[in-house]
Structures are given as C-alpha cells and as structure tokens.
C-alpha cells in the first residue's frame, strides 16, 4: 500500500478546517485510508541516523497515509484534499478539459520505429500557464515518484519525464539509439557523458540504479529529442538537464514512456488531472499530437470520461441497504462519480471521471455507494445459507492422532516447510537430486533453497535448538512433505507425514517402535503380515533404494528416505498390508553429528495417508 | 508405641531405604545461607520411602523454577531407558543424601532441655555448633529435621553480619601492608622518587618517597588483626570501609536460628509415619499412628506426557468453531501452485506487485505447471485483457507463460479458487459454506511479525442474494466466538473483492484499533469466467493464523512461537486455548 507523506498545516490549510490526529484518523477511516503515522522530518531523520544527525531539520509535522494500491488520484496532496472535500461535499469533482490547440499551433511527438522493441508506448500533454510553489513543486515531484513505485511497476511499465517546455522547442522525436550515439547532460550533473557513460554513473547511485537493467542489455537505448537535438529525456532512466524545471517553470511538457500502453494513459491523466488546478485556466491540459511509426496520429491526454448505468436495485441488493435512487446517486457523486438518476428512477447514470481508472466494473460502483454510505452503517445480519459441515478426512485423521501421540507422551513441534538443500541431503547422507525436492528460484537465504521431503530434519534442528532441556527429547509433527510429480496438474504433490524422534543417552529404539505400535494399535492395523503391519530390515546397501508411497488414483509414485540417514542394521521398514510406508531406525552418527547434536536418536517417519 | 528415639527412628528407616534410601533434602538452605534467594529446599516431611515420587522434588519451589527442578532430576535420568524406571532412579540420586549423626538431633535436644523456658530462653544455632564441636551446618540440619516432627522445637532465622578477612587481607595481616612494606624497601637516606616508583607497591604513594621518619606504625596489619581476632565490631566504621574498599575486609551475613522448646518438646523424638502403606491398611494400625503435617503450599509433581503445540491448538479451535458455524474443510495439500490459480484466476492482473520476485517464491524445478484448464483459461485470458461478464477488464496482453509459473502459493485463496472452480462444475449450483486453514508462503524481509511462511485462515460462503452486511454479520459471529466482539470495518483494496473490507477490533491493552483480518465480495470477474451463475454472490474472510496466537499466547517475536528455534518450555508450558474465554 503506498504511503502519502504530507504536511499537516499545508493539508488542514487545503482542507479549510483543522483536526485532531483522532479526528482526521477516523475520517481516514471511513474513506478507507489509514493514518499511518504522525511524524516530522526532524523524528524520520533522528529514528534513523541518530538525534545529532536530526539537528536543525524540519519540526513540521507530517501525516504520513496509507492509500488504497488502486487508488492514484489519491497519491498526492492535491488529490487527497479534492477527494476528500468531494466526499464531504465541500466542493464539487472539478471538470477536467483536454484543450486542442489550432492546426500546426501545438506541441507533437512523433515515434521512430526503432522504439517497438525497446519501449513502443508513448503519450504526452502540455500544462500551460502553471504556478509553481515550493510546496507545488514539491508535490509534482513526489506523485511522478509515487506513480513511478505504484502504477509503472519501478518504470518497468512506464517512465515519467517533465520538462520546461520555454527550454525547448517542438516538434519532439521519441527514439532509440545505439548508447554510443547518445550524449547528453544529465539531470543536476555538470557535464555531458555518452549513455554508456551514464549507466556507468548510476550504477552506485543508491536511486537510479535500480532501473538501469530496464534497457542496460539492449543494443539500443530509448530517447526523446527536441527539433535541435536537445536531449530531454532517456527513459527509463534520466531526464536532460537542460530542460529541467523550476520553481519560475510557466510551461511544462510531459512525456510518458512504455510498455503498458493502458498504464501510461492513465499515468498521463493523472498528472495532468491533478495539477491543472495550478494553471492560469484551472483544470485545463494543452493536447499534444503523438505520431506513430505508422503515419497515424492521436490526441493526448486522453481525460476520458465514460458514462456506465447501475440499477438501484442493485446496488441495495449488494449490500444490504435500501436507500432511494436519489440518496444513491448522492453517495455515488460523493466518490467523485458524478451521478443521477435517470429513466423514472429505475437507473442511475454515472460518469466515470479519467481520474477513477480504478472503476471497471459495477461491482467497483458498488463499493462506493457502500463507503460513502458508511460500512459501518450498514445493519450485520447473519446468512441464511444452510450447510452440513464436513471435515476433510486428512485432517480430521490428523487431528486424532496429534492428539494420542501427545498422550503418548510425545511433544509436537512445528517446523518450517522450507530448509536448505543440505538439510534434505548433505546432512541425512544423499544426494540432493535423489532427494525429487521441489526447487525455489529465488531463495533470499540458503534457508530457503527446498521445500522439505522428509520432516525429519525439522525436528532434529528443533532438538539441536533445544541441548539445555532436560532429556529425554520426545517430540513429533504431522505435518506436509513436497515432492515433485509429473502426474500432478502443477508438477509436485504433498504428502502428510507422521514423523517422532526420541532423544536420549541411549538410543531408545524400543521406544520408537513402542510409539508405531501404539499408531498402529490406534489406526486399528494389527501386527501381521497379510492384512496388517510388519517392519523388516532394511538392505545394507541403501543405493538406489526407494519406497513407494500411494497415490489415490492407482498411480504410485516414488519419494525416497534412504535408509543412509540409519546406522547400518539399525533401520527397518514399515510395511502395512504389503505396502511400505516409511521407516524407523537408530540414526547415523554422521547424520546427528551434522545437526549439532551429541546423544543417540531414534526416528520415525510414516505416510499416514493410506490411514485415511 | 510411636515413640521412638531419634537412633532408633533413624534405623528403622535406613533398614527400608534400598530403593530409595532415606534422604534429608533439608539440608539444602545451608549453601544458601548467605545468598537468600536461591531456592531453598526444606521440609523432610514428606521424604520418606514410602514415597519416591513426592521426593523428587523440592518442596519449598516456586512455580517458576519449576523447570529448572525438574532439570535436575531428569538431567540426572540419563542413564535410564525407560520412563517409569527414570522416576526411581532419579530418586536415587537426585539430593545427595547427606549422613546427619543421629546423635546431632539428640544433643541439641538434650542442650536445649536445660535452657530455660519461656520466650528468653534458647539457643543460638552457631554458639551451639560451636560448643558442641559441630559444623554450622550439620546442625541446621538437625534443626530442620526437628522442625520437621512438629512442634518439638521453634526455630526463629536470624542474620548476623561477621567481618573476615578476605585472603589479600590474611596476607596483610602475614607480611604488612603494601604501604608499610614499601616504607622498609626504601632506604634510611631516601630514594629519587623515580626509582622509588619501581619498588613493588610504589603506586600506594602519592607523592615523593621520602623516609623522613625511623619506624612507622601498621594501622591497616593491627586493624586487620582486631578482625582475625573477633573484634570486628570495634573498628569504626570509616576503618571498616576503608578496608572493604581496598578489598581486605569482606562482610559476611550468616543466617542462624534462634532454638527454643516448642509446644511438644521432649528429648525423646516421636516418630511420625509419614504416609499410609499397604500393611497399614491391612493391619489397622493407622489407627493408632501420627502421620506427619502434608506441606500443601508446595508444587505437586509433574505428570509425565506430551504437548500440544500452541499455534496448533489454537488451529484446532478454529477448525471447531467453523464447524461449529457449518462450514465444510476445502483441500489445501498443495503447497506448489500456478501463478494461474494463484493469481489470474483471482483477477490478480500480470503486472502486479505481488507478482514480482520480491515478495513471491518463484520455483526452479518443477518451474512451470503441466497443465492449466484450457477453456476456463480462455476466459480468464479474455477478462483479463478484454474484459467481459460487465467489466472493462484490466487492457494488457495477457500471457500463458506468466500463468505457467510456479510458485509456492502465497494465500490458501488459490485453494479457494479451485474450490469455487469445482463447485462450478458440479452440475446444479448449492449454497456452500467453505474453510481452510493452511500454510501459505511469501518472500518477504523476516521481522519480529513476519516469517516466509505462516498459516492463513480463510472462510468462504457462496450463495444467491448475499450482501455486504451478511459479511458483516457472519464475521461478527465468527469473531465472537474468538473472543472479539467490538470490530469495525475499514473499506479496504484486493484486486480480487469488491466490496473490499479490512476487520478492525478494539484492542484493550494497547487502547486503539488493531486490524484482525480482510474480507470482502468476490469480484464478478473472478466468479463468472468459472462458471458459477450470475445471481451467486461469493463473501470471504482470511486471517492469520499465527496473530491470533500470538495475542492469545503473549509472545511478541513469531520466531518465539513458530519453527525449530522455539524452545520447547514454552510448548510444555503453554495454557489450553480457550479463545472466548
């Protein structure tokens, strides 16, 4: 969700009124924003570099809110406060107006071919007239930020360039070339430098650096050019510094680049829809004509406005309210969807305003007459739905046994579904591609590598966690294993495991075989060979070895615990009805000695869905 | 006849001790004499051998230390292979029994008898120790044994503070002070302070070294010797401190007792059983016999099992109150999902933030899903990047391979997904009342509340004509049953419901609202390209699992409560789940 920084004063100033932080957070509530925080430049600085490093800065308060992450007109402090005072009906939605100036008089951009396999979209508007203040231009740079982390996906979808149009002069060309034919003055650098040169500069850059692998590996790079070969922009990256604006800025040029054409018109109408109030003709945009390679041309900004009919009826219904058409096309118009009723009541017109891209279905309609009319104002009644429940028979199975393997004495543990490779392999005795584990691509830490395959480890890291308790260690979890399975829509399946461990100065096998008598005692399988459980001795030479483990639609499957985790003729397997199910066994030295752990343990580990 | 002398008790209770022989844990406060708040072990009433299993354990322990007793016992049971054995077998060696002459009892007695009665008259424990030859401490071990009988005797604690030295002291009171030493190191015609400062000892000197005088009295030796002779108290104070600052002096506080004749003094010791046996039973000669006091301010033992993870119990609780509330378990065994059931099936557009590397595990192998339902894919394509079912869809190019990628799901709503999916295809549409409760996956940064993967807990109801206020109202039931009843709504953004609504409830500690879960109205988008009919409105709710639990359980780090770091006494320790209560 982003966060909206802005001044307190300069906000209630904008908003005609002052509130208490409790005040402004519950209005922030019911609009469905959250106000997050209540600092001061001074607190953000001292929280993090220190008290002494805070010295001197700003005691301003700002409030810092949090914004729905479909909401962008609601990005800065210029859209909050008109959203705000719409929904108190302070004032009403401004009209936002595309002016399209006379034949040949107005600003035009023309696409080359070469941008098609680099960054084919672009859309830009003029802002005529503007004011700049501090705070004013502040606020701009902040929204083509905010925009830029939200909507345009870190510029990936679209790249935000402004420009001082009195610096430049039409008709402008968005290019690529190769980075060696590019040489420019970079924003607020002091000298010219060749692309290249300038990836090369950014690269420490703790900002800029994150977007240059957007183009870096291209053979040729993105680029907008005056008439007279000024440099304004290469997005996504840097804007020219000989067009950079200023606070005496009168005409701005906007340019937005992309991939996502859809994004890059909404991004468009969002600046300008935003500061046009700040224009000599309040909420008036200049239209530029863009040219595509193709020879045709098109008008932006776009400042569409789109009409959509919601039923009345509709709307109650979803919600569970029953106000009057009228009442609900005021809601509606309180959202900054201007609205009314029309065709003797049975409909309400509303338009869309280019601001609301946020608005593509009637469901989206829906959910504003619903916060204009107040969630919390809305009477709770419980569904008549009438439904049997049901248990999924796994878990119900699950929750059984959890409960008699703990009055057998044994304590559950809950481990982590994701480990190291080394924790399913290196450290059990096998190789990690015996192992048929689920791989992550992007693991941030070796922690992270694998889904687990056995629930074994998990329990002796818990154990290894847990030296200074007194022993014996009895633990146990039921819990899913992942391995991979061609036959499986998405190529992997779970499996739930029984898995206990005993820990102690002697190895206590007896009592892990005591603990899968006592399971099988409770699953009702009795100690036989044909139609109950034996355990028999596994080979000495565990190359290769797998079990089976029972899929329900015939398929089988393997997954292996090999039985090198085991001391040699230590180790059994458990067989039930001539099917084998796991293992139980003294473990290997080698296997507790890479655990960190220092006494002898007996293990366990079943799959308990042939139980189900 | 129940009276016995003290030696014949004894012997009658040594004869029966082979199992478990005969043990005064009393003797136990003697090591904390000096230091008070090492937990004292006292009372040998109940210690006998007829009961080994109230033996095992200090009595006088307070709750807290309750792990750390039973530490010692079972920290002591290494040897053991089987857990009724371990009880025994810790018993016989878990106090060092230590031998007390039964003759220490008796002499105390015996002097005690000729002191007195009456409030002045008593002895003090370490004049008594003194004058009969004994160690302090064996004698306190008499005292608490007769203690112990009743009320044979009174014995009032008193602290006395001694002076000692400390063993620089002693070498003081040997060879002289530093200061004095160094005098006598430096010649009668004096010495350049230079080398005067290369004499050992020279830094007691502040200014230059000059013997301007023949002989010099040893105040600290003398005063050390006042001391070693047992006139500590006629040192002044100053001195005193003085020396305690120059570590030569060390104040010792020795707890004593002050033993008087109680109610029931006699030399003679009546010997109190201890607790019922068998042959009492069976003889009736219970009838006849004292039976020592029970000290019922003490911890009973422990009973030996197994427990319950805390973050799993509170999982069962709310598996009950779903079923409780008629809602049936939809499968969540599938940890490995499609980006297709995990996002685009829920109207997650391709390029949304959640979608990226940061904040999902991608998978390498198997690194793409085998197979996507083909036409129900189609539809899902087209609203995406076309729209339809009333949408204006989200205007993209909507790609196959993006939705081929696997992941490790990041939300159990994928489940959900499937579910709805089913339940559109199963012929007839019927209301339904969903819930799962499973593991979910999220490559964050890991903090005190957030882990890579925890539990989610979502319910889900799908019928004609539900409404936001039905949401409302069925959260506002299941969160009552959780114990939270004062909620409020927040209107909230997910790409895949709308309405969206973010559950607030009142929190009375930290005195604000705190968010407890999401909710919303599935989107038409998500519902229609399924399959499910127009008139179906689908409400749903997720929460985590681990939050709950941690408010519940009063942990404030989730790496305290969830994975193998957590330390096992906080499983063993952790309450029943009693969310309403």
């Known amino acids: 969700m982003p966060t909206v920084s802005v001044k307190r004063d300069l906000l209630f100033q904008a908003l005609g009124r002052s509130y208490t932080d409790e005040e402004f957070n519950d209005l922030c509530f019911e609009f469905g924003l959250e106000l997050d925080e209540v600092t001061s430049e001074k607190d953000i600085i001292s929280k993090e570099k220190g008290e002494e490093k805070a010295e001197g800065a700003s005691e301003t308060v700002l409030y810092k809110i949090d914004v729905p992450a479909n909401r962008y007109d609601l990005l800065c402090l210029e859209g909050l406060v008109r959203g705000l005072q719409v929904f108190k009906e302070r004032i009403n939605l401004p009209r936002y107006e595309k002016i399209i100036p006379a034949k040949d008089e107005g600003q035009k951009l023309i696409i080359t071919e070469e941008t098609v396999k680099i960054r084919p979209h672009a859309v830009a508007a003029v802002l005529r007239n503007i004011t700049f203040t501090k705070e004013r231009y502040d606020s701009f740079i902040d929204l083509q930020e905010k925009l830029h982390q939200n909507i345009c996906r870190r510029r990936a979808l679209v790249a935000i360039g402004t420009h001082d149009l009195d610096t430049i002069s039409g008709p402008f060309t968005f290019t690529a070339k190769a980075p060696s034919e590019i040489k420019f003055k970079p924003l607020n650098q002091s000298q010219e430098y060749t692309a290249s040169q300038i990836m090369d500069l950014y690269r420490t850059d703790s900002h800029l650096r994150h977007y240059l692998h957007l183009i870096e590996n291209k053979p040729r790079y993105p680029v907008i050019f005056d008439s007279n070969g000024v440099v304004l922009s290469m997005p996504p990256i840097i804007n020219g510094d000989h067009s950079k604006i200023s606070l005496n800025t009168r005409n701005v040029f906007i340019e937005c680049t992309g991939t996502d054409m859809t994004k890059a018109k909404i991004v468009l109408d969002i600046i300008v829809a935003m500061f046009s109030e700040y224009c000599e003709k309040q909420f008036t945009v200049e239209a530029v004509e863009v040219t595509y390679p193709n020879g045709k041309t098109h008008i932006y900004p776009e400042l569409a406005y789109r009409k959509d009919k919601v039923k009345p009826e509709l709307i109650n219904k979803k919600l569970g309210i029953s106000e009057t058409p009228s009442s609900l096309a005021k809601l509606l118009t309180r959202m900054c969807l201007n609205s009314h009723v029309i065709g003797n009541g049975n409909n309400i017109e509303i338009e869309i305003p280019p601001t609301r891209a946020d608005v593509i279905h009637a469901c989206d309609i829906v959910e504003d007459a619903a916060i204009a009319y107040g969630y919390n104002n809305i009477q709770m009644v419980i569904p008549k739905t009438y439904t049997i429940a049901n248990q999924l028979p796994l878990n119900k199975l699950t929750e059984l046994l959890r409960l008699d393997l703990a009055a057998a004495g044994f304590t559950e543990a809950l481990t982590f579904a994701l480990c190291s490779m080394e924790d399913i392999a290196d450290k059990l005795g096998m190789d990690v591609s015996a192992t048929n584990a689920v791989h992550i691509a992007n693991p941030k830490t070796a922690e992270f590598q694998v889904a687990r395959t056995t629930l074994l480890p998990g329990l002796l890291k818990t154990i290894a966690a847990n030296r200074k308790m007194p022993l014996p260690l009895k633990l146990f979890e039921i819990s899913d294993i992942v391995v991979k399975d061609p036959t499986k829509d998405v190529g992997a399946k779970n499996y739930r495991r029984l898995c206990a461990i005993y820990y102690n100065k002697s190895p206590g096998f007896e009592i892990i075989h005591g603990l899968l008598d006592r399971v099988m005692q409770l699953l009702e399988v009795p100690p036989n060979e044909e139609n109950g459980y034996t355990i028999k001795a596994t080979e000495a030479e565990p190359e290769a070895e797998t079990y089976w483990l029972p899929v329900q639609h015939g398929v089988h499957y393997t997954a292996t615990m090999k039985s090198s985790a085991f001391f040699p003729g230590r180790c059994a397997e458990i067989f039930v009805r001539g099917q084998s199910v796991g293992k139980l066994g003294v473990l290997h030295p080698d296997v507790i000695t890479k655990f960190e752990l220092t006494m002898p343990c007996s293990a366990l580990e079943i799959n308990i869905e042939p139980f189900v | ?581």
Not at chain 2, 382 to 387: A, I, M, Y
């Open chain 2, 1 to 581: 006849m129940g009276v016995l002398s003290w030696q014949e008790a004894q012997g009658s209770l040594t004869a029966k001790g082979e199992r478990e022989p005969r043990r005064i844990v009393g003797l136990g406060i003697m090591s904390s004499e000096i230091k008070a708040p090492r937990p004292m072990t006292s009372l040998i009433g109940l210690i006998t051998s007829q009961s080994p299993r109230i033996a095992l354990r200090p009595h006088s322990l307070r709750r807290p230390e309750r792990g750390s007793s039973r530490r010692t016992q079972d920290g002591a049971a290494h040897s053991s292979s089987s857990a009724e054995k371990e009880h025994f077998r810790v018993t016989a060696v878990a106090f060092p029994a230590v031998a007390m002459s039964p003759s220490v009892a008796e002499l105390l007695l015996q002097r005690l008898e000729r002191t007195p009665p009456g409030p002045e008259g008593g002895l003090c424990s370490l004049e008594a120790a003194t004058a009969l030859g004994l160690d302090h401490q064996t004698l306190v071990g008499a005292v608490k044994s007769l203690q112990a009988l009743g009320k044979v005797i009174e014995a009032e604690t008193r602290a006395t503070t001694r002076w000692e030295l400390s063993a620089e002291g002693a070498e003081v009171l040997r060879d002289g002070s530093p200061e004095v030493r160094l005098f006598h190191s430096v010649p009668t015609e004096g010495l350049l302070q230079s080398d005067a400062m290369k004499l050992p000892g020279a830094q007691a000197l502040t200014h230059r070294a000059v013997r301007q005088v023949d002989a010099v009295q040893d105040t600290v030796q003398n005063s050390l010797r006042q001391v070693q002779e047992g006139n500590g108290n006629s040192l002044s104070e100053r001195e005193r401190t003085d020396l305690k600052k120059r570590k030569l002096l060390l104040e010792v506080t020795l707890k004593s007792y002050w033993i008087r004749k109680g109610s029931a003094f006699s030399t003679a010791v009546v010997r109190q059983e201890t607790d019922l046996t068998p042959e009492m039973i069976a003889t009736g000669s219970w009838r006849k016999l004292p039976f020592k006091a029970y000290n019922f301010s003490a911890l009973g033992l422990p009973p030996t099992c197994g427990h319950l993870h805390p973050l799993l119990k509170v999982r069962s609780q709310l598996r009950q109150i779903f079923l409780e509330m008629g809602f049936t378990e939809m499968p969540t065994d599938n940890f490995v999902e499609s980006s297709f059931w995990n996002f685009d099936a829920l109207f997650q557009p391709q390029q949304h933030p959640a979608r990226d590397q940061h904040d999902t595990f991608f998978l390498q192998d198997p690194a793409e899903a085998p197979e996507l339902p083909t036409s129900y894919m189609a539809r899902v394509k087209k609203v995406h990047s076309q729209g339809g079912y009333g949408s204006q869809g989200y205007k993209y190019e909507w790609k196959v391979e993006e939705a081929r990628k696997n992941l490790l799901r990041t939300h159990t709503t994928s489940a959900s997904a499937r579910a709805l999916y089913h339940l559109a295809h199963q012929g007839k549409f019927t209301p339904v009342k969903y819930f799962s409760i499973d593991r979910v996956f999220r490559n964050e940064s890991l903090d005190a509340t957030h882990l890579a993967e925890f539990h989610q807990v979502e319910g889900v109801v799908a019928d004609r004509g539900l409404t936001l206020g039905h949401l409302m109202g069925i959260l506002h039931q299941f969160f009552t049953k959780l114990g939270i009843s004062k909620l409020r709504f927040k209107p909230a953004y997910n790409p895949y419901t709308e309405p969206s609504m973010e559950v607030f409830s009142y929190h009375e500690g930290l005195k604000k609202w705190v968010e407890v879960g999401n909710s919303g109205v599935f989107r038409p988008e998500l519902l229609l390209p399924m399959g499910l009919p127009e008139s179906v409105s689908v409400i749903a709710w997720g929460l985590s699992l681990e939050r709950p639990t941690m408010i519940k359980y009063g942990i404030n780090n989730i790496r305290e409560l969830v994975g193998h770091r957590v330390n096992l006494q906080m499983i063993y320790d952790s309450p029943l789940c009693r969310l309403d209560a």
